[in-house]
């Protein structure tokens, strides 16, 4: 069963445009969220986070939105640029419950120029 | 300097045979960890390990034997590869309450 779902496979999008990547989870007791970003041959690398006392959090170009009551979340990148084009995976974890971080299948987003 | 580095970066090897990945973290980290990426490109965890001490163990064959020496490592011993191992590993760290860095991964390809 997942737990963590991010049902877009892909998404394309035009320079300068916001790009929106969307992450549903179905275990309440999540409390901490992450966004990574991957590309070919690379590991994921750390993108932005979110605790579940907040609802957004931003980071330059990028932003993240939590919604805990429908158990969703998002990434805004605005504006996006040709060099954001790679995976976008969305995790959640439990702080407490030993740190089992669990992905979901992720997004593979295409900037174009 | 690698933060997480795991050696090697490709491996390709015959069914049957062992082998081993081996991962360091130089940030100090306490938590270590393995995961798998499948050909549906999910990445799933493996194991965990917290200061040398086996934390999580999912529903991995028992031919996957994770080594912690000390808490800067984790390597990974596969033995009797089978074609289904094919995959590419990452080996990432953490420390507690924090985010997981990555390495590059290792694409096994089991012939």
């Known amino acids: 069963d997942q737990q963590v779902k991010q049902n877009s496979p892909s998404l394309s999008v035009q320079e300068g445009r916001i790009s929106i990547l969307n992450c549903d989870y179905t275990n309440s007791m999540f409390d901490y969220f992450l966004w990574y970003k991957k590309y070919p041959a690379e590991g994921p690398t750390f993108l932005i986070s979110i605790s579940s006392i907040k609802d957004k959090n931003e980071d330059g170009r990028f932003t993240v939105f939590l919604n805990k009551s429908a158990k969703h979340l998002s990434l805004h990148i605005v504006p996006s640029q040709p060099g954001d084009s790679a995976v976008y995976f969305c995790a959640a974890s439990v702080v407490e419950g030993g740190q089992n971080f669990v992905f979901g299948p992720g997004t593979r987003l295409s900037v174009l120029p | 300097d690698t933060a997480v580095s795991q050696t090697p970066k490709y491996l390709v090897t015959q069914m049957g045979n062992d082998k081993s990945i081996k991962c360091e973290q130089n940030l100090g980290h306490d938590t270590m960890y393995w995961y798998k990426q499948d050909s549906k490109k999910f990445l799933k965890i493996m194991f965990s390990?917290?200061?040398?001490?086996?934390?999580i163990n999912e529903t991995v064959p028992n031919r996957f034997s994770p080594k912690s020496p000390d808490k800067a490592h984790l390597n990974l011993h596969i033995n009797s590869l089978e074609l289904g191992d094919s995959a590419v590993y990452f080996c990432?760290?953490?420390?507690?309450?924090?985010?997981?860095?990555f390495g590059s991964g290792t694409q096994l390809s089991v012939l």
């Open positions: 390990y917290n200061n040398k001490e086996l934390i």
């Open positions: 990432a760290s953490s420390q507690a309450g924090g985010k997981l860095f």
